[in-house]
């Protein structure tokens, strides 16, 4: 399951959640027109993020009500109303999806990754494993397994040796592809043959266990695989010093990270870090002083970055950040943010008191390049930085056709629909555009906000059925505008009815879009209409 997608549909079990337990509290009346509108927003939303079932049970309960009629509803009836559809979220996998798989890049606990072709073998030695405290993820075929390997970089993999399953495959294609990752392998097996147990570690095992093993000796020799890797990398990867990641691992996770996101067709995100006047340190209070400086510099960097960042000490007083899925706007006010917050900071050793700054330098990988082309331009960045007066952040941007910038509104009473598109117009490129993205919950907010009243293009992704303002309303009032032409419309609506699609239409809008929709489909409307804006 896409971890994106599970993340967007935990957040609408929540919101649904929410919205039943304040009428539970609250006892208050429930209109006709708000148990449609919440209906409506279950309906599209569901729909556009797999939960296809839940979405056509929304909408039946949808079609049974009318939402110009002035019925109340007591909350108990609302609730009582809504069961068909908060019985399904109870009894779906959403519930039971774990939040470590969703955010495990943000996660400092060890990752296993277990394949077996048994899946009550593998639902019961994922619930043994985590009451250890590891995140475990599980797949019964080598296929997904070795997508989720790549994809999640675990910190140990047990795999069956299974003629069935494959394992050994597995293994060949993880250790031929990743030979340089030093991430242990056990295998598992139903027979305790001592040919098998030989035919394992010439096939690359670390390990071989008996599946009848007692689940402590198990996890103990699971333990041990995680503490020597560790202690490996360590010794051969880590700064002394500091304890980051030294040069040697440079090479491994840039290329690591080039391929991922040639797979993915996302880029992301170097910042050279230099800190500021750190001979003058070394000079006024010594070198030790320095080393703590140092030290201390490389614990703020990794208590402030996300568990996914990889922080370098790249040399003397120069650090190196990888920030995978960032593009070069977010990772410069990632790098402003922590300089502000450095800056409050004070330094103190042997009763001496300073504070420390840094000049900084940030350089989008878009496309495959060399490690040392990229290091370059990203360090061409904290050249201008520091010439500019240090104690700043300087992007490098490769020059090429200046692009204009396009404002993209989002307006939908569905945060998870917000959400799920903001996060889309920061990873989508446009040719011959910058995109600049803000979300509204409704058209009130909106037109309250000057942000839409610049010179600017505007992409306006608009949801038909909103509060206080329709989406018709709200369209009806931007086509009143004298450069209305400004803004191209896109309406999004789970209203099905041709006359509904007619209206908007004959009211100017430029296209519309109804949910349930795909990502894709949107993609290819939005580069549609981004093509029509003058």
């Not at 009836?77 to 959403?94: E, G, M, R, W, Y």
């Not at 943000?106 to 009550?120: G, S, T």
């Not at 750190?278 to 209070?285: A, G, M, P, R, V």
Request: hydrophobic share 40%.
């Amino acid at each position: 399951m896409d971890s994106k997608l599970t993340k967007y549909q935990l957040m609408l079990e929540k919101k649904i959640n929410q919205q039943i337990n304040e009428w539970k509290q609250s006892e208050s009346i429930v209109t006709n027109k708000e148990l449609y509108q919440f209906l409506h927003t279950i309906t599209g939303t569901a729909g556009t993020i797999s939960l296809h079932e839940i979405s056509n049970e929304a909408a039946k309960l949808m079609k049974t009500l009318n939402e110009a009629d002035q019925k109340s509803w007591s909350s108990e009836d609302a609730i009582n109303f809504l069961h068909p559809v908060t019985k399904l979220f109870a009894s779906s996998q959403v519930s039971h999806v774990p939040n470590e798989y969703i955010q495990l890049a943000e996660q400092n606990k060890p990752l296993l990754l277990f394949v077996d072709q048994d899946i009550p073998y593998l639902i019961y030695s994922k619930e043994k494993l985590e009451k250890n405290g590891w995140a475990v993820v599980v797949s019964p075929t080598i296929e997904k397994a070795l997508t989720m390997f790549y994809d999640l970089h675990p910190d140990c993999m047990i795999v069956s040796n299974s003629a069935e399953l494959g394992g050994y495959e597995l293994i060949r294609q993880v250790r031929e592809t990743l030979a340089h990752e030093l991430i242990p392998v056990v295998v598992t097996s139903s027979s305790t043959d001592k040919d098998q147990r030989i035919e394992a570690f010439t096939r690359g095992a670390d390990d071989f266990m008996e599946k009848t093993l007692e689940w402590d000796e198990f996890i103990a020799r699971i333990e041990r695989q995680l503490k020597r890797s560790k202690s490996v990398k360590d010794s051969l990867l880590k700064d002394e010093l500091t304890k980051v990641y030294n040069r040697k691992f440079l090479n491994d996770v840039y290329q690591r990270l080039s391929s991922e996101h040639t797979r993915h067709k996302k880029s992301f995100s170097l910042i050279m870090i230099d800190i500021d006047f750190f001979k003058k340190i070394n000079d006024t209070y010594g070198h030790t002083a320095g080393d703590h400086v140092l030290v201390k510099f490389a614990d703020f960097m990794r208590s402030n970055l996300r568990g996914q960042d990889v922080v370098i000490r790249y040399g003397g007083e120069e650090f190196l950040v990888l920030m995978p899925y960032t593009k070069r706007n977010e990772a410069k006010e990632t790098a402003s943010r922590l300089l502000e917050k450095l800056s409050q900071n004070v330094f103190a050793y042997n009763e001496h008191s300073f504070f420390v700054s840094f000049s900084a330098g940030v350089y989008e990988v878009k496309s495959p390049i060399p490690l040392a082309e990229a290091v370059r331009t990203a360090d061409s960045a904290l050249y201008i930085a520091k010439e500019s007066g240090r104690g700043r952040v300087e992007s490098a941007i490769v020059q090429t056709e200046k692009k204009r910038r396009l404002k993209v509104a989002v307006i939908d009473d569905s945060e998870v629909i917000r959400k799920m598109l903001e996060s889309f117009f920061k990873e989508l490129e446009v040719e011959k555009y910058e995109l600049e993205i803000h979300a509204y919950q409704d058209g009130v907010s909106f037109f309250e906000d000057d942000w839409h009243h610049t010179n600017d293009e505007y992409l306006i992704i608009l949801d038909g059925v909103l509060p206080k303002m329709d989406g018709i309303e709200i369209l009806t009032k931007l086509r009143q505008y004298p450069d209305s032409s400004r803004y191209t419309i896109l309406m999004l609506t789970a209203r099905k009815a041709e006359g509904d699609i007619v209206r908007a239409l004959n009211l100017g809008a430029d296209d519309y879009l109804t949910k349930p929709f795909s990502i894709r489909e949107l993609e290819a409307r939005v580069k549609v209409l981004v093509q029509r804006v003058k």
